[in-house]
């Protein structure tokens, strides 16, 4: 049996393009590893992951020439044990930053509208907590479609609860609400009290449409990997200033053009 697509749309909407680009993206897929080792879409990438620590030297190499002048972003796919249990990914990447001496940070992104349903937000939070333990970087967790929020349901309790990660004992109340998490009431509150033991977990918001909320998560990360205090001498003496009191960083003084400034550091 073979399966397509039929593409349609009036005159210049775009359907060579997407064609073109769906192609692309179906070429790379890599279900030829799947189909070779007769994985699923998990198994593949775990595959994929463990033969790419096995040639680390091939990247390294991709990347030599890119490190001088470019700013790096690495998009890694969804499933999360690459991140929480597994260890290719994470040896990838402490090989890449000894090796080529990159600063990086790691950006969890988490879907805003988690939020509405309180137990959805728990395992949210444990993931998150999992992943900083795990992978041992420089960690920014991100609410991100933030301005969606509440499509999916009014939020129980203002937003700073959840960006803050405030008292869980509060969301007890909603879990009972649903049969399903009242009967797992004490691993919820014992799951609630590991997160507030370790109190790690935060989140920053993200509308991706909305400039100022761009560049103030732009401003975070930079500090979280030091790029902006790349350009200070690295002496005891100029980062002791920094530590006594806030300076008045041209960096917040005009964010709009540090966010044109990044946004071509990163297109560049």
């Not at 799947?34 to 680390?56: Q, R, T």
């Not at 004992?169 to 691993?187: E, G, I, T």
Request: aromatic share 10%; proline share 4%.
């Amino acid at each position: 049996m073979v399966f397509g697509q039929v593409v349609i749309g009036p005159p210049g909407s775009g359907k060579t393009t997407y064609c073109n680009g769906m192609s692309q993206f179906l070429k790379l897929i890599g279900s030829d590893v799947m189909a070779e080792h007769s994985l699923g879409p998990n198994g593949g990438l775990v595959y994929c992951m463990d033969y790419l620590e096995k040639n680390i030297d091939w990247l390294e190499k991709k990347l030599e020439p890119l490190v001088k002048d470019h700013y790096l972003l690495f998009d890694f796919p969804g499933q999360v044990e690459l991140f929480f249990l597994h260890s290719s990914a994470k040896n990838v990447i402490m090989k890449l930053i000894k090796k080529l001496n990159l600063r990086l940070v790691a950006v969890h992104l988490v879907d805003a509208h988690l939020c509405s349903d309180p137990g959805k937000y728990v395992s949210s939070l444990l993931l998150s907590l999992s992943t900083m333990l795990h992978m041992e970087l420089p960690h920014v967790n991100v609410l991100s479609k933030i301005d969606l929020i509440e499509n999916y349901g009014k939020l129980a309790f203002n937003l700073d609860f959840y960006t803050d990660v405030q008292d869980l004992s509060y969301l007890q109340h909603h879990l009972d609400q649903d049969p399903r998490s009242a009967k797992y009431r004490k691993l919820t509150k014992e799951l609630c009290d590991v997160i507030e033991d370790y109190s790690l977990v935060n989140f920053s918001t993200l509308d991706i449409q909305d400039k100022e909320s761009v560049g103030n998560l732009v401003k975070l990360i930079d500090k979280c990997n030091g790029y902006i205090f790349a350009g200070i001498e690295a002496s005891a003496v100029e980062f002791s200033k920094i530590a006594v009191g806030p300076l008045d960083w041209d960096y917040y003084r005009y964010p709009f053009l540090i966010l044109l400034l990044n946004l071509l550091r990163i297109c560049g």
